[in-house]
């Protein structure tokens, strides 16, 4: 029985609005009951960043972005070890997150996203995973050696793969298998970028079968595990990895192995 769950996608919440569950008005933990549910799960640390999906304004600038990074320190603050947070970065604000990014070298935070562009107004912005503001910012990511987890953007196939083509030196954990069509085109480029990976939150992992393709496509170490609690069931998606019919290696791999080599070596 594998030992050890790190949870790469997660969005942890102090405040109502940051609470991404769809059935709040049912379920709606308080962020140390979040805590205990997950290690109910079998997961013994989360990573991720702080959204409020209904809350941002482009209008507001920066400021909306700077609010959610620093809701993810007093993340961090109750959670502590358990806890790796994520750090927001906007195309449209380039010097603003510049500026971001030379403080979480300073504190030591490594993780960038999860990049949410539907959420923050990308599309407004005349922005996309392919912009030359982004490809600025991501040069001093590649300086500070840090992981860009990014929302996958159906529409923007063209977008995704020229932002890790153009940025070799990034390390790119791109969310979401999705299903079929998606999850394909992923593995496409999973087999082109060594830079590349992918992790198991959102949709797709409830179709059977697509982990163990997944594995003897491109191998287990591309696969990082993760959830995209509250959004889902967390242990569903523990339960997920351990019922597919691959190597109890393989598991180890996804659950930890792949985010402890990338994130915290």
Known sequence: MTKEIIDFHTHPYLTEPENA??????????????????????????????IEPQGYCLKDGFA?????????????????????????????????SL????????????????????????????????SENLREILKKAAEYQMIVNFHTMSEWQEQMEAMIAQNPQVTFVAAHPGDRDDFL?????????DNIYLDLSGTGLFRYGMLRHGIETVGAEKFLFGTDYPIV??????????????????????????AKRLLFN
Not at 21 to 29: H, Q
Not at 75 to 86: C, H, Q, R
Not at 185 to 193: A, P, S
């Open 185 to 193: 085109k992923h593995l496409e480029r999973l087999k082109k970028y």
């Open 99 to 130: 500026e971001t990014l030379e403080w979480m070298h300073e504190k030591g935070f490594r993780l960038i996203g999860e990049l949410v562009p539907y959420m923050h107004g990308w599309k407004e912005a005349g922005m996309d995973y392919a």
């Open 64 to 96: 909306g972005i700077r609010r959610l990074n620093e809701q993810a320190l007093k993340v961090k603050e109750l959670y502590g070890d358990f806890y790796t947070p994520g750090f927001h970065i906007h195309p449209a604000f380039v010097e603003e």
């Open 233 to 258: 069931n967390p242990g569903m998606y523990v339960e997920a990895v351990r019922f597919e019919h691959i190597s109890e290696k393989d598991r180890e791999m996804i659950f930890s192995e792949n």
């Open 21 to 50: 569950c769809m059935y709040k008005g049912s379920l709606c933990l308080a962020p140390g009951e979040a805590e205990a549910d997950l290690k109910r799960a079998g997961i013994g640390h989360i990573c991720g960043s702080v």
